[in-house]
């Protein structure tokens, strides 16, 4: 079992940016890949970016491509995400999660496909 914990949210303004960090428990963070997923208030829990077991492949909601970057540091049991660009529809709680798997290189984007969850860390951009 894995236990995730997020930090670096905050209040930012258009434009800003911010690094999320998920930090996990135990010795097998490397069979994990990882997930950042978004929930605003009203709203259903949304995919982010994802994040192979191995840190090769990585992959964007449409939303964010170009503007977010997800990487992930074995050595440290940490996986990150980097948010440039932010714009007022990113406020959201960010929760990361995390699923072991043998695949080396794939990604994962529904919620259904995740063991693990964070509690959530709140992002608001707003002026």
């Known amino acids: 079992q894995v236990q995730l914990v997020e930090s670096g949210g905050g209040l930012v303004q258009p434009g800003g940016s911010l690094r999320l960090s998920c930090a996990a428990s135990?010795?097998?963070?490397?069979?994990?890949?990882m997930g950042w997923f978004r929930q605003a208030p009203g709203k259903e829990r949304a995919f982010v970016a994802a994040?192979?077991?191995?840190?090769?492949?990585?992959y964007y909601a449409d939303s964010v491509k170009g503007r977010f970057t997800i990487s992930k540091d074995n050595a440290k049991n940490t996986v990150y995400l980097q948010m440039n660009s932010l714009k007022p529809d990113d406020t959201a709680v960010y929760h990361c999660?995390?699923?072991?798997?043998?695949?080396?290189?794939?990604?994962?984007?529904?919620?259904?496909?995740?063991?693990?969850w964070g509690q959530g860390t709140q992002v608001t951009v707003s002026s």
């Open positions: 135990g010795r097998t963070f490397s069979t994990y890949a």
């Open positions: 999660a995390a699923r072991s798997t043998i695949s080396d290189s794939y990604v994962f984007s529904r919620t259904s496909n995740y063991e693990y």
């Open positions: 994040i192979a077991k191995s840190g090769t492949n990585t």
